[in-house]
């Protein structure tokens, strides 16, 4: 709860985050990174700063709009993947921090939630291999689906569903 | 004369002497009251015993298969639990006593008599009856028998065995009395003029329901509550589900015994994993819980109807053809799919942002948001998912592209037109949709006007695939919303929607999934059959 209030503060006294244009990756303290993504909406992560995982909102510049929270993030390969997951979709963003920088490097959905009650994780494997865990509702065996992702290419691809 | 007088004082003396004695008899060996426990009534037996879960993800039962320790005296004071029972049975209440300046504890009661098990012959020297007093200690004309307690098998410990009292509930009268109270009093005789003396009071929330609950199983302390609250003293059905429904209509009904508005889609992140009653009805901190989507919202009046033994139907509404579908869906027919592929090509543009289609009305390659079919994205080029699935229609034949409708909940701002896409964003907001070179191939605007105030949430999400209503007599209720009663579909319809359509996502060029909603006709009278109920 405090982390959140501490974001409106945030957002509130810097004019600069709601007035941005196109797309900003602004370090904002030693603890917390704000987001800003494309003009018109942003999309607004509470990132510690050593990568563990924290509550997120994800929203437009009209106040609440849609929400999503962090799920978890990895650090693979001098990358931090932050896996998100909202009312419509798990998805994820890439970001490297070079020079105290944050830099984003891609991202993209993963898999379309539908408002079902599916319990997706994810997991980053050797080679840059996303791997989800799946599991719905009264089953008890997780359905796993394992993504490529390619920095170079910045494409993603289903490798196999089990 | 004064021989007379002096005998006369005398005799009045030794009348008053006796007096003493016996209070202060009284007061060194008298009782006090220690726990009350309810039962199932004798003669109705568990169809009128109404049991009693907490709320939320426990559902531990409160009250036990056929008894309740209603009322316990601690060293802290007394400890209290709801007791429910159906309209127009006797309750039946039973007592545990320690006698006066005694040390001991409620576990030294035991287990109580088995009120239906042949009577006991260790009988005590104390007579103890109970008499229901309002909140003045005024009697209110029911009463427990005075009748001789049995001892307990610890000393000093006497047991009031479970009576039923003299009067029952009236038939079909729901009651919610947040202190019944019961005076209980004890004494050495039955005598007419025997003195009888306050052992104690014991308080605790009784509840009558209007008719015997429609399962025997346990509900949801707050179904019960709230069903009882709100109907106090209602005879009739119908006054019944009205006053109930009056607390749905407020959108903020609450827990029992909690001050926050329960939610319909509070925190969409969360509420999207809550499916159930029992999630709406837990409060653990944070804004995980107390919060539900429409299926938790018919469920819960549902159940809140149940306990008071009425019973109605939840209904799916869902828009277009359920038929070639899961019949839990609603798609868009052959002629409606190709008319919306179509436009879509030509709006998004079919080089860069979707592929060309193989099949004008079953294309094979067309990027949906289900799992299997986002292959390559965030990558160049295909950047639109469709909001459908490949499937077999219902009775079997050949899969085929299943493209699901979705309806829009008010307020919307469409006024672009029909057959025109929008962004679920707030009204007027820009969505640039980008070709992968950073072209803009066309800007859309959001149409969201603010929601439909709903249960303790003034701006819920609008855009769904499904909703859940309740139908209970011959009218429609949508208590997520807390509107209605509707008299037919077609009220409902028009108060509630403002079109049909379908839903897109445009990948932007960060990866970012952004809502777009297809409008294909807006609600009016003449097209309300668009929308299909069927009874759950």
């Not at chain 2, 009067?167 to 209980?184: H, L, M």
């Amino acid at each position: 709860m405090k982390l959140k209030f501490f974001v409106w503060i945030f957002i509130f006294l810097n004019p600069c985050l709601t007035s941005a244009q196109d797309t900003i990756y602004q370090k904002t303290t030693n603890t917390f990174v704000a987001v800003v993504v494309t003009k018109g909406h942003h999309l607004l992560f509470m990132l510690n700063y050593k990568g563990i995982t924290y509550d997120s909102i994800m929203r437009y510049d009209y106040g609440a709009y849609y929400k999503a929270r962090i799920k978890d993030i990895e650090i693979a390969n001098d990358h931090y993947y932050v896996f998100y997951e909202s009312v419509d979709w798990f998805g994820f963003v890439v970001f490297k921090l070079d020079s105290d920088q944050w830099t984003h490097v891609m991202g993209g959905p993963l898999r379309y939630l539908a408002r079902s009650s599916a319990k997706v994780e994810a997991k980053i494997e050797e080679g840059g291999i996303i791997k989800l865990y799946e599991t719905e509702q009264g089953e008890t065996q997780a359905k796993t689906t394992t993504y490529l992702l390619d920095f170079v290419n910045k494409v993603i691809s289903k490798q196999s569903d089990k | 004369m004064k021989k007379h007088i002096s005998c006369l004082a005398l005799l009045n003396l030794t009348i008053i002497c006796m007096g003493l004695t016996s209070t202060i008899s009284a007061q060194t060996e008298g009782l006090t009251l220690v726990r009350v426990e309810f039962w199932q009534p004798k003669e109705s037996g568990a169809d009128y015993w109404v049991r009693i879960k907490e709320d939320g993800l426990s559902g531990i039962e409160i009250s036990g298969a056929n008894k309740t320790k209603a009322w316990v005296s601690t060293a802290s004071g007394a400890v209290q639990k709801p007791v429910a029972y159906v309209s127009g049975c006797k309750p039946r209440i039973g007592a545990c006593f320690k006698q006066l300046g005694e040390d001991i504890e409620e576990t030294a009661c035991g287990d109580s008599t088995d009120p239906n098990a042949p009577p006991s012959a260790n009988y005590s020297k104390f007579y103890v009856r109970g008499k229901v007093v309002d909140q003045g200690g005024q009697p209110t004309g029911m009463s427990l028998p005075a009748k001789q307690v049995v001892k307990a098998v610890a000393d000093g410990v006497y047991e009031y065995v479970a009576e039923s009292t003299t009067t029952a509930f009236s038939k079909g009268k729901v009651r919610y009395i947040d202190k019944f109270r019961v005076k209980w009093e004890w004494s050495y005789s039955l005598s007419p003029t025997a003195t009888w003396l306050e052992a104690g009071i014991s308080e605790n929330r009784l509840y009558v329901t209007h008719k015997k609950p429609i399962s025997p199983t346990p509900y949801f302390y707050t179904c019960l509550h709230l069903g009882c609250s709100e109907a106090n003293n209602m005879t009739q059905e119908s006054s019944v589900m009205s006053k109930i429904y009056n607390q749905f209509a407020t959108k903020c009904v609450k827990r029992v015994d909690d001050a926050d508005c329960l939610k319909y889609w509070g925190s969409p992140e969360w509420t999207r994993e809550n499916r159930d009653l029992k999630h709406l009805l837990e409060n653990a901190s944070g804004d995980k819980y107390e919060d539900g989507r429409c299926g938790a919202w018919a469920v819960f009046i549902d159940s809140v109807l149940a306990v008071q033994g009425l019973k109605g139907n939840q209904v799916n509404a869902i828009a277009y053809d359920p038929a070639n579908a899961d019949g839990t869906i609603g798609v868009f027919d052959d002629n409606l799919k190709e008319t919306f592929l179509s436009k879509a090509s030509q709006f998004f543009n079919n080089v860069t942002l979707l592929p060309p289609l193989n099949d004008p009305v079953n294309p094979t390659n067309l990027p949906m948001d289900n799992l299997y079919s986002i292959n390559h994205l965030p990558g160049e080029g295909v950047r639109l998912l469709f909001h459908g699935r490949i499937a077999s229609p219902i009775g079997g034949g050949p899969t085929k592209l299943l493209i699901v409708s979705q309806f829009f909940v008010k307020n919307w701002d469409f006024s672009a037109g029909e057959q025109k896409f929008y962004a679920v964003l707030p009204q007027g907001l820009p969505l640039e949709i980008k070709a992968p070179n950073g072209t803009i191939v066309q800007t859309i605007h959001g149409a969201d006007t603010g929601g439909e105030p709903a249960q303790g949430n003034p701006d819920p999400t609008s855009n769904f695939d499904d909703h859940v209503l309740y139908k209970y007599g011959s009218k429609y209720y949508d208590p997520s919303y807390g509107s209605g009663p509707f008299t037919d579909k077609a009220s409902w319809v028009m108060g509630s929607l403002s079109a049909y359509g379908t839903l897109l996502t445009y990948v932007n060029t960060l990866g970012f999934p952004n809502s777009i909603v297809w409008v294909y006709q807006k609600t009016k009278t003449s097209n309300t059959e668009t929308i299909k109920f069927t009874i759950k």
